[in-house]
């Protein structure tokens, strides 16, 4: 399982995210694997304390999120076909990975991600025709990028205006629309 999640957040006080996420994943039975961090190099999207002339509790900006991963029973699965290139391997396996994010506007989603994210845990940590489970698919980035990389996927989400989002991306990427 990959989570992807902000480094921090501070909504409601300072809170690090990718610590409380690993406790809880831990209390209902997974293991840690490892964290993978993603440089999304564009901070201008994010403020850290309003104005620089008056910066009464300024704190620093890291413009990157966290990948954590998880699994169940054993980590090492049985040798399957691989999707993955050699060069692919080596650059996925660099524990920081370097791409820009997702325009909100381009999607109309309040938090895309571009298809790399998805690719990179996708090819990494699966094989071909595994089932790809995407508990909060929003505008269907990492659905699209399963099913162009040979597995199976399943998307949920609860608010409607996304899962339409989603179909759209979906049926416009298979050619149905």
């Avoid at 201008?44 to 509790?57: D, E, H, V």
Wanted: hydrophobic residues 35%; positive net charge; proline residues 5%.
């Amino acid at each position: 399982m990959c989570l992807n999640v902000p480094l921090d957040t501070n909504k409601h006080g300072k809170q690090s995210l990718g610590a409380d996420i690993t406790i809880v994943a831990k209390e209902c039975g997974w293991k840690y694997q490892n964290t993978i961090i993603w440089n999304e190099s564009n901070i201008s999207r994010r403020t850290a304390w309003g104005s620089w002339l008056q910066a009464s509790a300024p704190y620093a900006i890291a413009p990157v999120e966290l990948i954590v991963v998880f699994y169940k029973n054993e980590y090492k699965r049985k040798k399957q076909t691989s999707t993955m290139s050699r060069e692919e391997f080596l650059l996925y396996t660099n524990g920081l990975w370097n791409f820009s994010g997702e325009s909100k506007k381009r999607l109309k989603h309040p938090a895309p991600f571009p298809r790399e994210l998805p690719r990179r845990c996708i090819q990494l940590f699966s094989f071909l025709e595994d089932t790809i489970f995407d508990p909060f698919s929003g505008s269907g980035t990492t659905i699209l990028e399963a099913n162009a990389l040979g597995r199976f996927s399943v998307g949920l989400e609860i608010e409607k205006e996304y899962c339409e989002l989603s179909k759209k991306r979906i049926l416009e990427s298979l050619s149905l629309v």
